[in-house]
């Protein structure tokens, strides 16, 4: 964890004209530190920011100015801007979230690659905008690790510093993560800003790119929601577009936390269950997304979280994150976690396998990092057994518990490696995590199986259509069209009569699968056809119809694979 001055923090003030001369005294502090700054590309880089945050203040005033007493034309403009919170029935606000913080837990200057005999090494300078700031890198598979170094240079500037290899393999495309650290009790999320980066490691040159302001992502309510059970409420976050195009962007909101009427918890609930839109009231100006929380039919506790990504597509900065996250809670808990829970979340979007068990999967060859969340208030302990053909339970050995850079006090992970390697068996390997509440005497347990992936295809040799003539009426057809393919798993095949009416399909869904191996399949569909229909009704088939054929996307190639059918044309061609 770093510290540093906090330079936007609760202000106290009673009225709009002791901010206005607070305001005041921090420019002409801003202008006192530009002389003594040094370097003119920075200096110039500095300049453009500031240039461009006052360009920001002038529309915070036109927020802040009916607080001043202005006329009633003059107060108009505050329907163009942010909208005064109004509680919703049932819905508590906390009172010190006045002047809760809209801002990006840091300000970025510049982001600097070096390259190094087998890897790169990034840095990062920003200024900070709260006083306790987390900030980790994560590769793209793998836990989050502490910054290498972290320093405070001059005039405020701060700077931190990490090597990410390469590898070769691919593409690689390291995250850092900037976060501000909350200390509640009870809380198993303890940052409410977080900014994340998406940098290029697939080159090997030295390069440096300077920041320019990023969005900021707006709450209302700004931080916390305490609701009456049996009640909804609302929720609105806006981004000022600031020269932003509002189609590059989109607004995704989540909800990690826990369904007290069932006692689980989800790493991220199923949007349509707990959320109903309202009304989009995006504009030039800004970019918004409501909600309504149904915690009318279901009791909620946990965060929030809402996030927005822009692709910048830099020289080293290919895309920025920007997070803000919301404390949900009914008001008849004191905290987010309800008293004496221990759970695993459950991950439902990973789905499940054949054992009912949530499911992950890796790759042939290749070395994967799985893992389990578990909540709880206190975790004494949390560990991996490998469940082994026989029944047996053997201790995971790369099992770790690393502390998390957005865990609060409840929350725990335990990661560990898998290789994939091909056997005779089903694919699958069973691990069983479980977590102990040593103080009640508690012990929970959740099965997670990872699947061996084989390499998925298309054999040609048995994709075909056979042609059947109907035994009572010679006009009738009956076609078989068989798309064999082979893979771990099998491939999701769509079967397509293409763009003629005469071998048009109800759906792209198999009807049949014929399994002819432990990872081999045939896919079949059937359809029956009046040639004599279709030849007195002038139907015809055309040079440029597409005939019926079968494919997926294979996950092996990255790319989709079509097999087009070789089909007799009846006598119906275009002549």
């Not at 009790?185 to 290029?200: C, I, Q, V």
């Not at 931080?223 to 059970?229: A, L, Q, S, T």
């Not at 989009?280 to 309504?292: A, I, P, Q, R």
């Amino acid at each position: 964890m770093y510290y540093g001055k906090c330079q936007a923090s609760k202000t106290g003030y009673s009225d709009i004209n002791e901010k206005l001369e607070a305001i005041a005294v921090k420019v002409d502090a801003i202008d006192a530190k530009l002389d003594s700054l040094a370097g003119g590309q920075y200096r110039y880089n500095l300049l453009t920011r500031i240039d461009q945050r006052l360009d920001n203040i002038d529309s915070k005033l036109d927020v802040l100015a009916p607080q001043g007493g202005l006329s009633a034309e003059e107060s108009s403009v505050k329907s163009k801007g942010v909208q005064e919170h109004k509680p919703e029935a049932g819905q508590e606000v906390e009172e010190d979230q006045e002047d809760y913080p809209y801002y990006n837990c840091v300000d970025l200057i510049s982001v600097e690659r070096y390259p190094t005999a087998d890897g790169n090494t990034f840095t990062v300078k920003f200024t900070k905008n709260v006083q306790e700031l987390s900030v980790r890198y994560q590769e793209e598979m793998g836990p989050a690790k502490p910054v290498d170094t972290f320093v405070e240079e001059e005039g405020g500037v701060w700077s931190v510093s990490f090597f990410s290899k390469q590898t070769g393999e691919r593409q690689q495309s390291p995250w850092i993560s900037f976060r501000d650290t909350v200390d509640e009790k009870g809380s198993f999320l303890s940052s409410r800003h977080e900014l994340h980066l998406n940098l290029n490691n697939s080159v090997l040159s030295h390069s440096l790119e300077m920041m320019e302001p990023l969005p900021e992502l707006h709450a209302d309510p700004p931080r916390d929601v305490v609701y009456e059970p049996g009640q909804d409420f609302n929720v609105t976050v806006f981004v000022p577009l600031n020269n932003i195009p509002s189609h590059d962007f989109y607004i995704h909101e989540s909800f990690p936390g826990i369904n007290i009427s069932s006692g689980k918890a989800y790493m991220n609930m199923e949007r349509r269950k707990i959320f109903r839109d309202l009304e989009d009231d995006s504009d030039e100006n800004k970019k918004v997304k409501s909600l309504t929380v149904l915690t009318s039919s279901v009791t909620l506790s946990g965060y929030l979280s809402f996030n927005f990504g822009i692709d910048l597509e830099g020289p080293i900065v290919k895309t920025v994150q920007v997070s803000r996250i919301i404390m949900v809670r009914p008001s008849n808990q004191s905290t987010v976690l309800p008293p004496g829970f221990l759970g695993f979340f459950e991950n439902p979007h990973m789905g499940l396998s054949q054992n009912g068990n949530e499911l992950r999967r890796c790759g042939l060859g290749v070395k994967c990092m799985a893992w389990c969340h578990a909540v709880g208030d206190p975790i004494s302990d949390i560990q991996v057994l490998k469940i082994l053909p026989d029944g047996r339970h053997e201790t995971v050995p790369s099992a770790t518990s690393p502390d998390l850079p957005i865990s609060g006090d409840t929350l725990q992970v335990v990661f560990w490696e898998f290789v994939a390697e091909e056997d005779d068996s089903n694919g699958l390997t069973t691990f069983q995590c479980v977590a102990t509440d040593q103080s009640r005497g508690r012990v929970v347990s959740k099965l997670v199986d990872i699947l061996v992936m084989l390499p998925d295809g298309l054999d040609e040799d048995g994709t075909n259509v056979t042609v059947m003539d109907d035994h009572m009426d010679p006009h009738i057809k009956h076609l078989i069209f068989n798309c064999a393919v082979y893979g771990r798993p099998l491939p999701e095949v769509s079967i397509s009569g293409g763009t003629s009416q005469i071998f048009s399909m109800d759906s792209y869904e198999p009807d049949s699968v014929i399994h002819t191996g432990r990872s081999t399949a045939v896919m079949t569909k059937n359809l029956t056809i009046d040639v004599d229909y279709y030849r007195r009704h002038n139907y015809r088939l055309y040079e440029d119809d597409e005939l019926p054929y079968c494919g997926f996307f294979s996950s092996t190639r990255g790319e989709y694979i079509t097999h087009t059918y070789d089909v007799p044309d009846f006598g119906l061609s275009e002549s």
